[in-house]
């Protein structure tokens, strides 16, 4: 339990009735901001990135300087202060003027650091302060590559504050954290130690330090003069409140450093800690306080939808507050330190935690790299210290990924690559030793063999796996054989799964799950399979989902362009099924959520049962079909599924589990009164898809493809299109000029035809299609300069007929509209009867995405 503030500020100061302490505010509002690339500047609050929206458009986003000017005034009252500017975080190398002269330069995007300004400044004046931020691609600073977005600006808050001129060392690579270590804790007895650096201005200082338990009573005080700048004060706490995800105790350290002569407090430094102890057993799993507790839970990236990582507090806290009330115990803040808020509400709601340093994906072999990636490991651990919630400090991601995918590297560059990788490995392995040998370092590895033939993972603590069984890699089922062969292979390594889960996309939906179709139910299906493999191991520490929520990319090209989308809920923070899942699974009050949210209108044969699941914590669930009809079913790995025969138009069902409810309603049309409905509503088909798609701008339903038969509609002939090599149900690549890249994505390739069994009339015809092959030839089936008359290599040319007419004559998307572009031609026709759209190859396969009819 924390302190509210409120409190904390009355102990300070009914402890003291003098009037001096430390000052802390931000200055985020109204500061002039210019772009290096552009002329004109604008004025912004911080947080604030210049990447919020160029990041997920067409092209590469602007990576390079930006420049934030500001006048703030400093009253003549602080002449005998010490005036220092906090950054909480600014990417990637920042360099600070006041008055236009140089205070400060930091390099790294994701800790906090702190410039010393008094020298600069000019008291009861107002000071000019220019901050200028560079996130241009440096080899020598990681990240070099991710696939994440590397947001330039100030994008946490910036702060002024103002100390006695003795005070708590605030420079350096902590930040201004003084150390609250717990190095002996048990049920007994709890052994802290406080450790600190000041700035004295020569005189005689005296130290007065208070803890007090997580009610608010004081267990011990330290009231003693200081005879160095350096302190350490142990102090023992008899019956400790333990800190645990389900007990989150803290307690509050408050030190005030004071002028004996006067009695004034010249600067206060306050902090929570916690006591617990914990390991990583081989065999049994992780331990908490003496007991064993399975690590479930999910990564976080910082960024927010229309935002960048400019996000404020309040954001914070709901991302990691729906975490805990999924029933997760665990986060991975991936894949770098995240804003100091984080994990402070992490300490707070009882969340573990691994934390780590962007060395991801490569490394570039020189001395700056290396001793920037082990300076960002140092303020990581330093800064962060205090923090009972943090059990592992994370020091490499995939380190090799970039090698094993460079086809062309030589043997000779590949073991230099291994060789100076596996030299950072030990240096940031080493700074961990000596900064804190009271927590676990770890790595996180992708599914090669070259980390235990290199060594590598043989220098942390714990090893984490991010595994894509069923995704990137075949086979739900070769999880549980990999993580054994693992523990077999080394069986004093502890292991955890550090990433895991495919990509979904809330508008596509279907009750025939496949890799790669981005649906939510394939979704569910992975995390419910990897669940259950994990959770029988016992020598598991546990699992991190990949990814709490969608987040920005600008290299992803899936089916929403510049996002991964393997969140437990999206960009905007709305759940995906998959997330009231984790809820069923992993929270003990009453519980039942029907899924669906997405797919409450469904399109079926009319002698096809409805499926309906509804996530559970309970052994039975009972639903109420139409406020009439009652039926119970079994919960199996907490889903109770239900096949219920339902008539066209819309119904009620009602899940009753326990003391908690849920209602879902549903609209049930049949696939073969389409037509004879189509006066009220057009047919619109995903061609080539076994999955519906839901159009979010008008809601309309793209339903999955079907073979012709008599009375309906469907295609004759051709395959679903497959791209070389890929697992993409269609092609990953980004459509342009469209929203709606899942309809042209996937098509089917070679089809003969499609034809509607519809009654004589008026008809729109709208045909969807997309060129997928990057290298189609965009010149005629014909090459005229040629004697040959031989059509051109790679050309994918054909004609459209419509009811027996020519439509279109040797239409080639590439030609004619370019390559991987959204085409949509529409056609106005009269009809005595049924309608059949003829595809003629005159080179290459036709190919169509999708397909709209409606009765005008």
């Known amino acids: 339990m924390k302190l509210p503030y409120s409190l904390i500020l009355f102990l300070l100061i009914s402890s003291s009735l003098l009037q001096a302490q430390r000052i802390e505010k931000t200055i985020n509002s109204g500061w002039e901001f210019n772009l290096e690339n552009e002329e004109k500047s604008s004025t912004v609050n911080i947080p604030h990135t210049w990447n919020a929206e160029d990041a997920f458009n067409e092209g590469a986003y602007f990576r390079g300087k930006g420049t934030y000017n500001k006048e703030v005034f400093i009253p003549e009252n602080w002449k005998d202060k010490a005036i220092f500017l906090k950054f909480e975080g600014a990417n990637q190398v920042t360099k600070a003027y006041v008055n236009d002269q140089l205070v400060g330069e930091h390099t790294g995007g994701y800790t906090a650091f702190i410039f010393q300004l008094s020298e600069a400044l000019e008291f009861g004046k107002a000071n000019q302060v220019r901050i200028e931020v560079d996130n241009a691609h440096n080899q020598d600073i990681p990240p070099l590559e991710a696939d994440f977005n590397f947001y330039g600006g100030i994008y946490r808050d910036l702060k002024l504050i103002v100390t006695g001129k003795s005070h708590f060392k605030l420079e350096g690579p902590a930040a201004g954290t003084q150390l609250i270590k717990t190095p002996d804790v048990s049920n007994d007895l709890a052994k802290v130690k406080f450790e600190g650096n000041m700035v004295t201005s020569g005189k005689e200082l005296e130290l ?3 803890i007090a338990d997580p009610l608010g009573n004081q267990v011990s005080e330290y009231n003693r003069p200081l005879d160095s700048d350096n302190f350490s004060i142990d102090f023992e706490i008899e019956q400790p409140q333990l800190w645990s995800p389900d007990d989150p105790n803290l307690y509050l350290l408050s030190a005030n450093l004071i002028d004996p002569d006067s009695g004034e407090i010249l600067d206060t430094y306050i902090s929570n800690f916690g006591c617990r102890w914990f390991e990583a057993d081989p065999e049994k799993g992780f331990i908490l306080n003496g007991k064993p507790i399975k690590l479930i839970g999910a990564n976080r990236h910082q960024d927010f939808e229309n935002m960048g990582n400019a996000v404020p507090n309040s954001i914070h806290r709901k991302d990691y507050q729906m975490i805990k009330d999924m029933g997760a115990n665990f986060i991975r803040t991936a894949h770098y330190p995240q804003d100091p808020d984080v994990y402070r509400i992490c300490d707070e709601l009882g969340l573990l935690v691994w934390t780590e340093v962007p060395v991801i994906n490569d490394v570039t072999d020189s001395e700056a790299y290396h001793q920037n990636s082990v300076n960002m490991q140092k303020e990581q651990i330093l800064q962060l210290y205090n923090h009972p919630s943090i059990v592992f400090w994370g020091i490499m991601n995939e380190i090799f990924i970039r090698l094993v995918f460079t086809r062309d590297m030589s043997e000779t560059d590949q073991k230099a690559k291994i060789k100076t990788s596996v030299e950072l490995a030990e240096k940031l392995e080493a700074a961990n030793k000596d900064l804190d040998t009271s927590r676990l370092s770890v790595m996180a590895l992708h599914e090669n063999e070259i980390y235990n033939t290199s060594g590598i993972a043989n220098i942390t603590d714990v090893i984490g796996w991010n595994l894509y069984f ?3 890699t075949p086979g739900l089922e070769n999880l549980g054989k990999f993580l054994d062969d693992q523990h077999k292979k080394f069986p004093n390594r502890p292991l955890l ?22 649906s939510e139910a394939y979704q569910l299906k992975s995390h419910v399979s990897y669940l259950n493999q994990v959770m029988e191991r016992d020598y598991m520490l546990g699992m991190a989902a990949w990814n709490f ?20 809920v999206n960009f905007n923070r709305e759940p995906k099924d998959v997330y009231y899942y984790y809820k069923a699974r992993l929270t003990e009050d009453d519980f039942v959520y029907i899924a669906g949210k997405n797919f409450e209108t469904r399109i079926i044969d009319q002698d096809q049962k409805v499926q309906v699941k509804v996530f559970s914590n309970s052994e039975i669930v009972e639903i109420i ?17 239900f096949q219920l025969e339902l008539d066209e138009g819309k119904h009620s069902i009602k899940a009753v589990s326990g003391e908690a409810r849920h209602t879902r309603n549903l609209n049930i049309k049949f696939r073969n009164n389409l037509i004879e409905n189509i006066q009220n509503q057009p047919v619109l088909i995903n061609v080539g898809a076994h999955s519906d798609f839901v159009d979010e701008e008008t809601g309309k339903i793209w339903i999955s493809d079907q073979a012709f038969k008599n009375n309906e509609f469907g295609y004759v002939g051709g395959e679903v299109f497959q791209q070389n090599n890929s697992k993409f149900q269609g092609t990953a690549s980004n459509i342009k000029m469209t929203t709606k890249e899942p309809l042209f994505q996937t098509m089917r390739e070679g089809l003969q035809a499609y034809k509607f069994d519809v009654p004589k009339g008026q008809y729109r015809i709208s045909l969807l299609m997309a060129e997928p092959n990057r290298g189609a030839s965009r010149e005629n089936i014909y090459n005229l300069e040629s ?9 994918r040319s054909f ?3 419509i009811n027996g007419v020519l439509v279109e004559k040797d239409l080639n998307l590439a030609r004619d509209y370019g390559i991987l572009q959204a085409v949509e031609l529409d056609y ?20 169509l995405s999708g397909i709209k009819l409606e009765k005008l």
């Open 208 to 210: 007065q330090v208070s």
């Open 497 to 518: 799964i550090s990433e895991y889960g495919p990509g979904s996309d809330s508008r596509i939906q279907t009750n025939d799950p496949k890799p790669w179709d981005f």
């Open 799 to 801: 004609d459209i007929l």
């Open 787 to 795: 004697d040959s008359g031989k059509t051109s290599e790679g050309t």
């Open 470 to 472: 069923g995704w990137y």
């Open 828 to 847: 106005e026709i009269y009809s005595e009867g049924p309608v059949e759209i003829e595809f003629r190859p005159q080179s290459g396969k036709p190919a």
């Open 625 to 641: 079909l139409d406020d009439t009809k009652k039926m119970t079913s079994p919960v199996k790995d907490n889903i109770a599924e």
């Open 549 to 568: 929520a969608d987040f920005g990319s600008s290299g992803r090209q899936d089916s929403r362009p510049y996002i991964n989308q393997k969140g437990l």
